[in-house]
């Protein structure tokens, strides 16, 4: 299960509503910040997440919306929020962008006060542990270097305890060796293998997020199945033409995503002041019928579908 905050949701400028793009994912004990646009800082606060674990941030592109919150985020951190380890993650244009941002305006020079690391993205996997999975793919947006990234849950083999009752393997350790894989040797003197009583393997959930972006044909395969997608929906289908012009999507070409790629819910943020929430809704749902549009703090579980 992940669980998926959002912090920001407007598009291009904050509204009265809505802060800059910002949201957290979460599964275990990891949790990652999705870029960092301005005023992240205080939403942090304000959720009442707080800043501790949060040193992993992924940005989707280098546009000011999504990273001029980095340099305040940094500035505070100087100043009294202890943390060991800053790691950002970006497409080459974002991270010179970052770069000049928090080396050339915030430190100036200065040593940073935690191990700051500036690290590029490419597409693949990022981050891998214990079976969870943290990868990065490309978006079309405006510029280069733009990515979207994957949560990936580890797949598990059901424990099937009927079979196991059947072959006279006891609750307890024993069972807990065969779902870690061992075989074990029950009261009666038989081996019974992990093979006997572990069901075919199940996926983990799968959540995706996309920033920015232009196009969606290039994305149905890495979306395909996932449990939840993140976007953007910036326009509505009347003003189409501009969300082509300035490589964005509207919130039908959003729930198209969704349904060609056969998603289990969609998430639209990037929400622009020129609309009412009530009409992006609408025109997606009438495409794909399970999202929401997502509001400056709401906080949703991703799990599997079935
Ligand atoms: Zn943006
Ligand atoms: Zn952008």
Same mark, same amino acid.
């Given at each position: 299960?992940?669980?998926?905050?959002?912090?920001?949701?407007?598009?291009?400028?904050?509204?009265?509503?809505?802060?800059?793009?910002?949201?957290?994912?979460?599964?275990?004990?990891? #949790?990652?910040?999705?870029?960092?646009?301005?005023?992240?800082?205080?939403?942090?606060?304000?959720?009442?997440?707080?800043?501790?674990?949060?040193?992993?941030?992924?940005?989707?592109?280098?546009?000011?919306?999504?990273?001029?919150?980095?340099?305040? %985020?940094?500035?505070?951190?100087?100043?009294?929020?202890?943390?060991?380890?800053?790691?950002?993650? =970006?497409?080459?244009?974002?991270?010179?962008?970052?770069?000049?941002?928090?080396?050339?305006?915030?430190?100036?020079? =200065?040593?940073?006060?935690?191990?700051?690391?500036?690290?590029?993205?490419?597409?693949?996997?990022?981050?891998?542990?214990?079976?969870f999975r943290l990868s990065a793919?490309?978006?079309?947006?405006?510029?280069?270097?733009?990515?979207?990234?994957?949560?990936?849950?580890?797949?598990?083999?059901?424990? %099937?305890?009927? #079979?196991?009752?059947?072959?006279?393997?006891?609750?307890?350790?024993?069972?807990?060796?065969?779902?870690?894989?061992?075989?074990?040797?029950?009261?009666?003197? #038989?081996?019974?293998?992990?093979?006997?009583?572990?069901?075919?393997?199940?996926?983990?959930?799968? %959540?995706?997020?996309?920033?920015?972006? =232009?196009?969606?044909?290039?994305?149905?395969?890495?979306?395909?199945? =996932?449990?939840?997608?993140?976007?953007e929906a910036t326009y509505l289908?009347?003003?189409?033409?501009?969300?082509?012009?300035?490589?964005?999507?509207?919130?039908?070409?959003?729930?198209?995503?969704?349904?060609?790629?056969?998603?289990?819910?969609?998430?639209?943020?990037?929400?622009?002041?020129?609309?009412?929430?009530?009409?992006?809704?609408?025109?997606?749902?009438?495409?794909?019928?399970?999202?929401?549009?997502?509001?400056?703090?709401?906080?949703?579980?991703?799990?599997?579908?079935?």
């Amino acid at each position: 299960m992940f669980e998926l905050h959002f912090l920001g949701t407007s598009a291009s400028a904050p509204s009265i509503h809505r802060g800059l793009s910002a949201q957290v994912v979460s599964y275990d004990e990891y #949790r990652f910040l999705i870029d960092c646009g301005e005023g992240t800082q205080r939403q942090i606060l304000r959720s009442g997440l707080g800043f501790r674990r949060l040193h992993r941030i992924l940005i989707t592109h280098g546009h000011l919306d999504h990273i001029l919150g980095l340099a305040g %985020l940094l500035s505070t951190f100087m100043r009294w929020e202890a943390i060991d380890e800053l790691e950002i993650y =970006a497409g080459a244009f974002a991270l010179e962008r970052i770069h000049d941002l928090l080396h050339g305006v915030v430190l100036r020079g =200065a040593k940073p006060p935690m191990r700051l690391r500036l690290i590029p993205v490419e597409t693949g996997t990022l981050f891998e542990k214990d079976g969870f999975r943290l990868s990065a793919f490309p978006v079309t947006h405006r510029g280069p270097g733009c990515f979207g990234y994957a949560f990936e849950e580890p797949s598990r083999r059901p424990f %099937l305890n009927e #079979r196991a009752e059947a072959l006279g393997v006891p609750p307890g350790p024993l069972r807990r060796e065969l779902v870690a894989g061992r075989s074990v040797v029950v009261p009666d003197g #038989r081996t019974v293998t992990p093979d006997e009583v572990l069901g075919p393997v199940r996926r983990g959930t799968r %959540l995706l997020h996309v920033g920015d972006c =232009a196009k969606t044909e290039d994305l149905v395969d890495v979306c395909r199945g =996932a449990d939840g997608l993140v976007i953007e929906a910036t326009y509505l289908d009347v003003e189409a033409g501009l969300a082509g012009e300035f490589g964005h999507l509207t919130a039908r070409q959003a729930a198209g995503l969704a349904a060609t790629a056969a998603i289990g819910h969609l998430y639209l943020t990037h929400i622009s002041r020129r609309y009412h929430e009530k009409e992006v809704l609408q025109e997606a749902a009438e495409v794909f019928p399970r999202v929401s549009v997502a509001r400056d703090f709401d906080r949703f579980e991703i799990r599997r579908r079935d």
